[in-house]
C-alpha cells in the first residue's frame, strides 16, 4: 500500500508506537478475555506490542495520522510479493518471544493457555475462506484515547478505502467489539462471519467488496 496523505511510520517511531496500541487496546474485549488479571495485563501488554511491531515492520505497512501520531493503520497487503522464508521465521521468532513474556509476567502458565484457546481470535486464519489474493488486511487501527472523534480512524480508513479502489482490492479486517461493527459498516464493511471459540466472545469477520 501507499499514501501520499498519510505518514509512513519509520523504526524511529517504535516506542511511540508501542505507548499508542497500549492506550488504544487497554480496555479491548479480546485482550480482557486472554488477560484477565488487570495488572498482568497492564506489565504485558506493552511487552506484547513491542514483539508484535518488531515482526509487523519487517512484514507490514504502518501509517499514522501525522507525525504526531495520534492514530496508526497497520496493513498487510496481500497483494504483494513476499519471501515466504522471511516471512514465516519472523512469525516463528515472534511467536517465540512472545511465549516467552507470557511465562515470565504469570509463571501460572494461564495466560499462556489463555492465548493457546484464544489463537483463532489472533491469527485472521478465516480470510483463507476468501479465495482472494488481491486483498488489503488491516491489522490494527488504533487512535490514541485522548484524540478519539477528531476524525482520524475516518481519515486512515478513507485513505486505505481509496488505495483498495484504485488497485481493485477486497479489504478485509476483525474486530472483537460489537461497538465497531456499525463504523465499518458506514464505510461499506459487511460482516462475513463470526467466530466464537474457547472464550464468550464474538470475533466480527468483515470484508469490503472489490469496488
Known amino acids: 500500500m501507499e499514501s501520499q496523505n498519510l505518514y509512513r511510520v519509520e523504526k524511529k517511531d517504535f516506542e511511540r508506537l508501542e505507548k499508542l496500541l497500549t492506550r488504544s487496546f487497554a480496555k479491548d474485549p479480546l ?25 509487523m515492520f519487517a512484514t507490514c505497512e504502518i501509517f499514522a495520522d501525522s507525525p504526531d501520531i495520534n492514530g496508526i493503520m497497520i496493513v498487510s ?3 504483494e510479493p513476499y519471501n515466504p522464508f522471511q516471512y514465516y ?11 516467552e513474556y507470557l511465562i515470565k509476567e504469570d509463571p501460572s502458565l494461564k495466560t499462556f493457555w489463555n492465548f493457546i484457546k484464544g489463537k483463532d481470535y489472533l ?16 491489522i490494527y487501527l488504533a487512535v490514541d484515547p485522548d484524540m478519539q472523534h477528531h476524525g482520524i480512524s ?30 465499518y459498516r458506514h464505510f461499506g464493511f459487511k ?21
Open 31 to 55: 485482550y480482557c478475555k486472554l488477560i484477565p488479571d488487570a495488572d498482568t495485563r497492564k506489565r504485558l501488554m506493552p511487552e506484547l506490542f513491542q514483539c508484535d511491531l518488531e515482526e
Open 77 to 79: 497487503d496481500e497483494s
Open 89 to 99: 521465521w519472523t512469525e516463528v521468532m515472534a511467536a517465540i518471544k512472545t511465549d
Open 123 to 138: 491469527n485472521s486464519r478465516w480470510t483463507d475462506q476468501l479465495h482472494q489474493e488481491e486483498r488489503l488486511h488491516i
Open 154 to 183: 475516518a481519515k486512515l480508513m478513507d485513505e486505505t478505502i481509496e488505495y483498495a479502489k484504485a488497485h481493485h482490492l477486497m479489504i478485509s479486517l476483525e474486530t472483537h467489539n460489537e461497538r465497531n461493527v456499525a463504523f
Open 191 to 211: 460482516v462475513f462471519g463470526i467466530v466464537e471459540r474457547g472464550f464468550d466472545l464474538k470475533q466480527y469477520c468483515m470484508i469490503r467488496e472489490v469496488q
